[in-house]
């Protein structure tokens, strides 16, 4: 791990870093500078000598790393990288709860959990450091991008071990609701089981039938809302898209899916139909002063855009 970065953080982002390797003294005339070392590990598309120029390198010390600067092996450099324009989600983040330790939001669809990819600003991490003034806030789990409701973080790394782990032990009981076609030829309750695998890189995980049970899913039905069901979801497991992907095993596809039962190609700005999908329940034992915690989202379905 590199030392303390001396550079602040930007836009609740912490600068990149870099460390330069070892010199190899079979190549001692490898790089003959930092400059010519920045550009071959750096992709094509940074502008490596306008940050020179621009002095958006720094060391260890903070000094500018220049152009012409020897190579140095062992070295770290540290740099804000450039941000893409994003299409703002308007919705509303809703702080549920917010301590010493915790903050749980009630996070709209269609905002990354953490800046990654397209998604960097429109992300809650990045949202909630900067208005919280939480620079060190990060999630305890995920919900996908299309996922609305609760996120729990930590508000610092001392933090983030001790309630980490109740999700890694499934210590924590979840709840979602999710809006989905009526079937009147279903029995429920029902409880899903089937072993759900995902390629990295594809877009949709699939049921591998015959092997061992990785995933399950006890699913209620417990309201009718203009023709369609509001089920009740309660997952044993946390498998990628396990929950709609169960749903559309039953024949119940959750409402607005994007990936399930057919893949759409839906614009990064379309914010128009979001996944009828909601992360409404969380609820534990909290691993520091015992004491039970549940928290609900303050969201209902039908979701809308702006809600």
Request: charged fraction near 25%; glycine fraction near 6%; aromatic fraction near 6%.
């Given at each position: 791990?590199?030392?303390r970065?001396?550079l602040?953080?930007?836009?609740?982002?912490?600068?990149?870093?870099?460390?330069?390797?070892?010199?190899?003294r079979?190549?001692?005339?490898?790089w003959?500078?930092?400059?010519?070392?920045l550009?071959?590990r750096l992709?094509?598309?940074?502008?490596?000598?306008?940050?020179?120029?621009q002095q958006?390198?720094?060391?260890?010390?903070?000094?500018?790393?220049?152009?012409?600067?020897?190579?140095?092996?062992?070295?770290?450099?540290?740099?804000?990288?450039?941000l893409?324009?994003?299409?703002?989600?308007?919705?509303?983040?809703?702080?549920?709860?917010?301590?010493?330790?915790l903050?749980?939001?009630?996070?709209?669809?269609?905002?990354?959990?953490?800046p990654?990819?397209?998604?960097v600003?429109?992300s809650?991490?990045?949202?909630?450091?900067a208005?919280?003034?939480?620079?060190?806030l990060?999630?305890?789990?995920?919900?996908?991008?299309?996922?609305?409701?609760?996120?729990?973080?930590?508000?610092?790394?001392q933090?983030r071990?001790?309630?980490q782990?109740l999700?890694e032990?499934?210590?924590?009981?979840?709840?979602?609701?999710?809006?989905?076609?009526?079937?009147?030829?279903?029995?429920?309750?029902?409880?899903?089981?089937n072993?759900?695998?995902?390629?990295?890189?594809?877009?949709?995980?699939?049921?591998?039938?015959g092997?061992?049970?990785?995933?399950?899913?006890?699913?209620?039905?417990?309201s009718?809302?203009?023709g369609?069901?509001?089920?009740r979801l309660?997952?044993?497991?946390?498998?990628?898209?396990?929950?709609r992907?169960?749903?559309?095993?039953?024949?119940?596809?959750?409402?607005?899916?994007?990936l399930?039962p057919?893949?759409?190609d839906?614009?990064?700005?379309?914010?128009s139909?979001p996944?009828?999908?909601?992360?409404?329940e969380?609820?534990?034992?909290?691993?520091?002063?015992?004491?039970?915690r549940?928290?609900?989202?303050?969201r209902?379905?039908?979701?809308?855009?702006?809600?």
């Amino acid at each position: 791990m590199p030392p303390r970065s001396p550079l602040p953080a930007r836009h609740g982002l912490s600068a990149a870093w870099l460390r330069t390797p070892d010199r190899d003294r079979s190549r001692p005339d490898e790089w003959a500078t930092m400059g010519q070392w920045l550009r071959h590990r750096l992709p094509e598309h940074v502008d490596v000598p306008a940050m020179l120029a621009q002095q958006r390198f720094v060391d260890e010390a903070g000094r500018a790393v220049r152009e012409d600067d020897p190579f140095a092996p062992h070295q770290f450099v540290w740099f804000h990288r450039d941000l893409r324009d994003e299409p703002e989600v308007t919705a509303p983040i809703h702080v549920v709860h917010r301590d010493e330790r915790l903050v749980v939001v009630d996070k709209p669809a269609f905002l990354s959990s953490i800046p990654r990819g397209r998604h960097v600003m429109q992300s809650v991490v990045v949202r909630m450091r900067a208005e919280l003034g939480l620079p060190d806030l990060s999630p305890l789990h995920r919900l996908d991008r299309v996922t609305s409701g609760l996120l729990m973080l930590a508000t610092e790394p001392q933090w983030r071990g001790p309630y980490q782990s109740l999700f890694e032990r499934r210590a924590v009981e979840k709840a979602y609701w999710a809006l989905a076609p009526l079937r009147p030829d279903l029995e429920l309750p029902t409880v899903v089981r089937n072993h759900i695998h995902k390629e990295r890189g594809a877009w949709q995980a699939q049921v591998a039938p015959g092997a061992p049970v990785n995933a399950e899913t006890l699913i209620e039905l417990e309201s009718e809302v203009d023709g369609h069901g509001v089920y009740r979801l309660t997952p044993r497991t946390g498998r990628t898209h396990q929950l709609r992907l169960h749903l559309h095993g039953l024949g119940i596809p959750i409402v607005n899916d994007p990936l399930y039962p057919v893949v759409r190609d839906i614009p990064v700005d379309d914010f128009s139909s979001p996944l009828q999908l909601l992360a409404g329940e969380l609820a534990f034992t909290d691993p520091v002063d015992g004491k039970p915690r549940r928290f609900r989202s303050v969201r209902r379905l039908p979701l809308t855009a702006e809600a």
